[in-house]
T-cell receptor, first 114, second 114 residues
Framework: KAGVTQTPRYLIKTRGQQVTLSCSPI?????VSWYQQTPGQGLQFLFE???????NKGNFPGRFSGRQFSNSRSEMNVSTLELGDSALYLC?????????????FGSGTRLTVV | GENVEQHPSTLSVQEGDSAVIKCTYS??????FPWYKQELGKRPQLIID?????GEKKDQRIAVTLNKTAKHFSLHITETQPEDSAVYFC?????????????FGKGTTLSVSS
């Protein structure tokens, strides 16, 4: 069974640019969540999608957005990049219907903003 | 919204000793509490979880306890080994009408020296 796949693995962007990250969940998983990981701040919740709908959103500015497609694949977009957006972006998939199940994380996309 | 505090941020133990990591959460409606282990350069992986209708759960050398009244839960690792060295994250479920998400603590870096 394939795991959670994130692409690309590494990305270098310039301040002011925008970036799109992709996440393909485990087959059958309909929930995809996105997290930003930085040293000392742990895993900060960005948003969660289920059946193409954003169900929850963390405390990030509107420059961070996402979407989910009918095949459950998800993308997140960051516009007008800032140096502070440099981080490891992790997505996690889950069966999560009405309850909570364990998340399976992808390997992440390492974004560097210069 | 949910807030999860995790302590200590770093923990150093000798091989064979026990290690305890503690977390507190703010939302009394939270009902799912997983723990993740993240080795250097790798993705977080679920190691154990507990639901609010259970006070304790064990899996070989690891155990988790939950005190719903005090809103705190702890990870216990006995007979630590060098391969237990990693960053450990606790999490609590965020529940609202839209659905569920996991909110993570900032992590504990465990170092086990032989």
């Amino acid at each position: 069974k394939a795991g959670v796949t994130q692409t690309p693995r590494y990305l270098i962007k310039t301040r002011g640019q925008q970036v799109t990250l992709s996440c393909s969940p485990i087959s059958g998983h309909r929930s995809v969540s996105w997290y930003q990981q930085t040293p000392g701040q742990g895993l900060q919740f960005l948003f969660e999608y289920f059946s193409e709908t954003q169900r929850n959103k963390g405390n990030f500015p509107g420059r961070f957005s996402g979407r989910q497609f009918s095949n459950s694949r998800s993308e997140m977009n960051v516009s007008t990049l800032e140096l502070g957006d440099s981080a490891l972006y992790l997505c996690a998939s889950s069966l999560a219907g009405t309850g909570i199940y364990g998340y399976t994380f992808g390997s992440g996309t390492r974004l560097t903003v210069v | 919204g949910e807030n999860v505090e995790q302590h200590p941020s770093t923990l150093s133990v000798q091989e064979g000793d026990s290690a305890v990591i503690k977390c507190t959460y703010s939302d009394s409606a939270s009902n799912y509490f997983p723990w993740y282990k993240q080795e250097l350069g790798k993705r977080p992986q679920l190691i154990i979880d507990i639901r609010s209708n259970v006070g304790e759960k064990k899996d070989q050398r690891i155990a988790v306890t939950l005190n719903k009244t005090a809103k705190h839960f702890s990870l216990h690792i006995t007979e630590t080994q060098p391969e237990d060295s990693a960053v450990y994250f606790c999490a609590a479920s965020l529940l609202n009408q839209a659905g569920t998400a996991l909110i993570f603590g900032k992590g504990t870096t465990l170092s086990v020296s032989s």
